[in-house]
């Protein structure tokens, strides 16, 4: 049998007003456009913290529209319905595209160190050794490993993992860190994540590794009745977090205890670090890469 082809589609994308979006997707379906989606679209402003997503233009948002991409004259019909409640109008024909196969192709084998990888499992083959390989499947979960604070994270948590470690890991995301911390020996792992979407695929990664010991939490930390001390504690969530959680996490600490957090922009980090310090944590490890994105680690006497 043939692969199935399927059609182009012609999208025209509308600029209007905020307060007159209703009215204008209402004019839209009148005249036959049902397909549409609106965007805001948006920029990254640098704040004290990191980056802070913004709307690029708060007064106006944006209108996609879907129809036959030999409809030469749909644009027209557009502005003809909605007049006055349109500005810019644009028209542009797409394929149909695969998107599972396009983000598939778009994953690799991340390497971290001493041999271990994190892969996706339909690269499990790629691996250099499997018994070294931690397998994700994020969905849609940070912790793909496509991240930098991902792999300095994975990379600290290997030279600071012990056999037996109870583990903490907040805002965990799709697993990968605690699952790493259990394949290298650690006793058992808490994940911690406030996404309903991402602790849900946290199980699930979890058995694609075969580590059990893995309790997860679907709540904001701070609320959630934790059972420590804790050995390993890690923490890739950014600075105003970071903040917020230092005598939290301090609290479920134990002399000899290591921590780990990421999520810090280098212009963030020191003053961030600092805070921890305050709290009696000694700086072990200070690991930046090639881009802004800084990751800790410190330890309590």
């Given at each position: 049998?043939?692969?199935?082809?399927?059609?182009?589609?012609?999208?025209?994308?509308?600029?209007?007003?905020?307060?007159?979006?209703?009215?204008?997707?209402?004019?839209?379906?009148l005249?036959?456009?049902?397909?549409?989606?609106?965007?805001?679209?948006?920029?990254?402003?640098?704040?004290?913290?990191?980056?802070?997503?913004?709307?690029?233009?708060?007064?106006?948002?944006?209108?996609?529209?879907?129809c036959?991409?030999?409809?030469?004259?749909?644009?027209?019909?557009?502005?003809?319905?909605?007049?006055?409640?349109?500005?810019?109008?644009?028209?542009?024909?797409?394929?149909?595209?695969?998107?599972?196969?396009?983000?598939?192709?778009?994953?690799?084998?991340?390497?971290?160190?001493?041999?271990?990888?994190?892969?996706?499992?339909?690269?499990?083959?790629?691996?250099?050794?499997?018994?070294?390989?931690?397998?994700?499947?994020?969905?849609?979960?940070?912790?793909?490993?496509?991240?930098?604070?991902?792999?300095?994270?994975?990379?600290?948590?290997?030279?600071?993992t012990?056999?037996?470690?109870?583990?903490?890991?907040?805002?965990?995301?799709?697993?990968?860190?605690?699952?790493?911390?259990?394949?290298?020996?650690?006793?058992?792992?808490?994940?911690?994540?406030?996404?309903?979407?991402?602790?849900?695929?946290?199980?699930?990664?979890?058995?694609?590794?075969?580590?059990?010991?893995?309790?997860?939490?679907?709540?904001?930390?701070?609320?959630?009745?934790?059972?420590?001390?804790f050995?390993?504690?890690?923490?890739?969530?950014?600075?105003?977090?970071?903040?917020?959680?230092?005598?939290?996490?301090?609290?479920?600490?134990?002399?000899?205890?290591?921590?780990?957090?990421?999520g810090?922009?280098?212009?963030?980090a020191?003053?961030?670090?600092?805070?921890?310090?305050?709290?009696?944590?000694?700086?072990?490890?200070?690991?930046?890469?090639?881009?802004?994105?800084?990751?800790?680690?410190?330890?309590?006497?």
């Open positions: 049998m043939d692969e199935m082809q399927f059609p182009d589609w012609q999208e025209l994308v509308l600029t209007v007003a905020v307060e007159q979006q209703d009215e204008a997707l209402a004019q839209l379906v005249c036959g456009f049902e397909q549409a989606w609106i965007e805001q679209p948006i920029e990254h402003l640098r704040t004290p913290d990191g980056w802070a997503p913004a709307p690029r233009d708060p007064q106006h948002v944006s209108i996609h529209l879907y036959d991409p030999d409809d030469q004259q749909a644009a027209d019909r557009v502005r003809e319905a909605l007049g006055d409640l349109v500005g810019d109008i644009s028209a542009a024909t797409l394929p149909t595209e695969n998107w599972i196969d396009q983000w598939r192709h778009g994953r690799s084998v991340v390497a971290l160190r001493d041999g271990w990888v994190l892969c996706p499992p339909w690269l499990l083959d790629d691996a250099p050794d499997r018994e070294r390989a931690v397998v994700i499947d994020p969905g849609l979960a940070f912790g793909a490993g496509d991240h930098p604070t991902t792999q300095d994270c994975g990379r600290l948590i290997i030279s600071l012990q056999p037996g470690d109870r583990v903490l890991d907040l805002g965990a995301g799709s697993g990968v860190l605690s699952i790493l911390a259990l394949k290298l020996g650690a006793e058992s792992a808490v994940a911690v994540e406030i996404d309903a979407l991402a602790a849900g695929e946290i199980p699930r990664n979890a058995a694609l590794n075969q580590v059990e010991g893995l309790t997860v939490h679907q709540a904001d930390a701070t609320q959630t009745p934790l059972d420590g001390p050995d390993l504690i890690m923490a890739n969530i950014g600075a105003g977090e970071l903040r917020r959680i230092a005598s939290f996490c301090t609290g479920l600490a134990k002399p000899g205890s290591r921590l780990i957090l990421s810090l922009v280098d212009w963030a020191d003053e961030v670090t600092a805070g921890y310090l305050a709290l009696g944590w000694t700086l072990v490890e200070r690991v930046q890469g090639s881009t802004e994105w800084v990751t800790v680690a410190l330890r309590l006497p």
